[in-house]
């Protein structure tokens, strides 16, 4: 709780000291017409000890997801996160450290970030990653930066993307010169398309067909760009294995808890050849005149006091912290580990959609499309009420998707999901659909 430490003779002593005999007067080069000629209209103080109280019961009114059992996704998931992730994450080396330009002083958080770099390859199936950035989103608005100019400044983006990710793209783009162009089935590319946006799972939770959307891309000359689940790589093909040139996603799922919205973490890879347009920073392995293996700051291509007036964007910041969570994670979990999580959300996703649309009015809405860990029902009653409804269950029910339908609702089940919590789920849901 901040103090607030000036007592009026304080302040009298200040004013004195710059030549003025009341607040009044010190402020009196503010028009009278935009200043305040009353007390603030505020209760009276009260105790620190009472304001905590009050602070205390304002708070326990919010329930997020550790009060609630969280079928809620669209971007952010209540994965498991092993105590070893922040354990070692939240060593002081590692959680007060800042930018580690000076190798000589930054040797651990270097290589921590090159080994977040190489998971990341390994698990997008492409050559390079930089050593994060912000989101998701920002993540992709700076993949799509990466494919614009000589010609080509049209950017297609599938109807099954995040209508916020394409918010954002829209936003960039006016900067940039493009307007993101949505499209459904296999996109048309002529020669002024600069990039091919396809989200595999998309904001429904159905797996496109993206190699055949990419071999479009790729036959018209344009970038291929996929957004990706990072933990959806343990059962489902790369994106490098499905002709991405660029993978972005966020990495909130590896390791990061969901943190009230952030931060979290941008996640982008792509080809040796465009190494030099990514983002960010990336940190490389070498050895010093002793042959001893050290690490550094390899390539900072476009951070803002490099190439300042010939970037798309300068961004740099990169989230070290978020990325150590991860690859800690994914070390932790290894590829097996990975696997498992990934059939487990398959699974118990399943057997969630079925026993839903076993209920009356209950129905796919993309029906025989396959899915990984979300999926989109149609209810008989409005997808909002039905979460209104559910929140006094228990239960975050999922995430409304108006864009398709008042009536549709996205569920999202994690590998944290226990059958009797399925099972409770749903009853819950029977309730609330025949109120």
């Given at each position: 709780?901040?103090?607030?430490?000036?007592?009026?003779?304080?302040?009298?002593?200040?004013?004195?000291?710059?030549?003025?005999?009341?607040?009044?007067?010190?402020?009196?080069?503010?028009?009278?017409?935009?200043?305040?000629?009353?007390?603030?209209?505020?209760?009276?103080?009260?105790?620190?000890?009472?304001?905590?109280?009050?602070?205390?019961?304002?708070?326990?009114?919010?329930?997020?997801?550790?009060?609630?059992?969280?079928?809620?996704?669209?971007?952010?998931?209540?994965?498991?996160?092993?105590?070893?992730?922040?354990?070692?994450?939240?060593?002081?080396?590692?959680?007060?450290?800042?930018?580690?330009?000076?190798?000589?002083?930054?040797?651990?958080?270097?290589?921590?970030?090159?080994?977040?770099?190489?998971?990341?390859?390994?698990?997008?199936?492409?050559?390079?990653?930089?050593?994060?950035?912000?989101?998701?989103?920002?993540?992709?608005?700076?993949?799509?930066?990466?494919?614009?100019?000589?010609?080509?400044?049209?950017?297609?983006?599938?109807?099954?993307?995040?209508?916020?990710?394409?918010?954002?793209?829209?936003?960039?783009?006016?900067?940039?010169?493009?307007?993101?162009?949505?499209?459904?089935?296999?996109?048309?590319?002529?020669?002024?398309?600069?990039?091919?946006?396809?989200?595999?799972?998309?904001?429904?939770?159905?797996?496109?067909?993206?190699?055949?959307?990419?071999?479009?891309?790729?036959?018209?000359?344009?970038?291929?760009?996929?957004?990706?689940?990072?933990?959806?790589?343990?059962?489902?093909?790369?994106?490098?294995?499905?002709?991405?040139?660029?993978?972005?996603?966020?990495?909130?799922?590896?390791?990061?808890?969901?943190?009230?919205?952030?931060?979290?973490?941008?996640?982008?890879?792509?080809?040796?050849?465009?190494v030099r347009k990514l983002p960010g920073r990336i940190?490389?392995?070498?050895?010093?005149?002793?042959?001893?293996?050290?690490?550094?700051?390899?390539?900072?291509?476009?951070?803002?006091?490099?190439?300042?007036?010939?970037?798309?964007?300068?961004?740099?910041?990169?989230?070290?912290?978020?990325?150590?969570?991860?690859?800690i994670y994914l070390a932790w979990l290894g590829p097996?580990?990975?696997?498992?999580?990934?059939?487990?959300?398959?699974?118990?996703?399943?057997?969630?959609?079925?026993?839903?649309?076993?209920?009356?009015?209950?129905?796919?809405?993309?029906?025989?499309?396959?899915?990984?860990?979300?999926?989109?029902?149609?209810?008989?009653?409005?997808?909002?009420?039905?979460?209104?409804?559910?929140?006094?269950?228990?239960?975050?029910?999922?995430?409304?998707?108006?864009?398709?339908?008042?009536?549709?609702?996205?569920?999202?089940?994690?590998?944290?999901?226990?059958?009797?919590?399925?099972?409770?789920?749903?009853?819950?849901?029977?309730?609330?659909?025949?109120?």
């Amino acid at each position: 709780m901040r103090y607030s430490p000036h007592t009026e003779d304080e302040i009298h002593e200040m004013l004195e000291l710059v030549g003025r005999s009341s607040i009044d007067e010190l402020f009196e080069q503010i028009p009278a017409s935009v200043r305040l000629d009353r007390p603030l209209a505020i209760p009276a103080g009260v105790s620190e000890m009472e304001l905590a109280a009050d602070l205390r019961a304002l708070s326990g009114r919010n329930r997020s997801a550790d009060d609630l059992v969280c079928f809620a996704g669209g971007g952010a998931y209540d994965h498991y996160v092993p105590s070893v992730v922040w354990a070692l994450a939240g060593r002081s080396e590692f959680y007060t450290s800042y930018t580690p330009y000076q190798p000589e002083l930054s040797q651990g958080v270097l290589q921590v970030l090159f080994e977040y770099q190489s998971m990341i390859c390994e698990l997008t199936g492409l050559e390079v990653s930089n050593a994060s950035l912000y989101d998701g989103a920002t993540a992709l608005v700076e993949a799509v930066h990466m494919t614009v100019g000589r010609g080509r400044d049209r950017v297609l983006v599938s109807d099954g993307v995040d209508p916020r990710a394409v918010e954002a793209l829209r936003t960039a783009g006016r900067g940039a010169g493009y307007e993101p162009e949505t499209f459904s089935g296999d996109p048309s590319v002529g020669d002024d398309v600069a990039a091919v946006v396809v989200q595999h799972p998309n904001v429904y939770g159905v797996l496109e067909p993206t190699g055949e959307r990419f071999e479009t891309a790729h036959a018209g000359g344009a970038a291929a760009i996929q957004i990706f689940d990072p933990l959806s790589l343990g059962v489902l093909a790369s994106p490098g294995e499905l002709g991405a040139d660029i993978a972005v996603g966020e990495g909130q799922v590896l390791g990061n808890h969901l943190n009230y919205g952030g931060p979290y973490l941008g996640i982008i890879a792509g080809r040796l050849a465009d190494v030099r347009k990514l983002p960010g920073r990336i940190v490389g392995e070498t050895v010093d005149v002793e042959g001893r293996t050290g690490y550094v700051l390899t390539l900072q291509a476009r951070e803002q006091h490099i190439r300042r007036d010939k970037a798309n964007s300068n961004i740099c910041t990169n989230q070290t912290l978020m990325a150590l969570a991860s690859a800690i994670y994914l070390a932790w979990l290894g590829p097996d580990g990975l696997a498992e999580v990934g059939r487990q959300c398959v699974s118990k996703a399943a057997y969630t959609a079925d026993a839903l649309t076993a209920l009356p009015g209950v129905r796919r809405a993309f029906p025989g499309e396959p899915t990984f860990k979300e999926f989109a029902v149609r209810l008989p009653r409005a997808a909002t009420a039905v979460i209104d409804a559910m929140v006094e269950r228990g239960f975050l029910a999922g995430v409304a998707m108006p864009q398709a339908g008042d009536d549709v609702l996205v569920v999202a089940v994690t590998e944290r999901r226990s059958r009797p919590e399925i099972d409770a789920f749903v009853g819950a849901m029977e309730e609330v659909l025949a109120s």
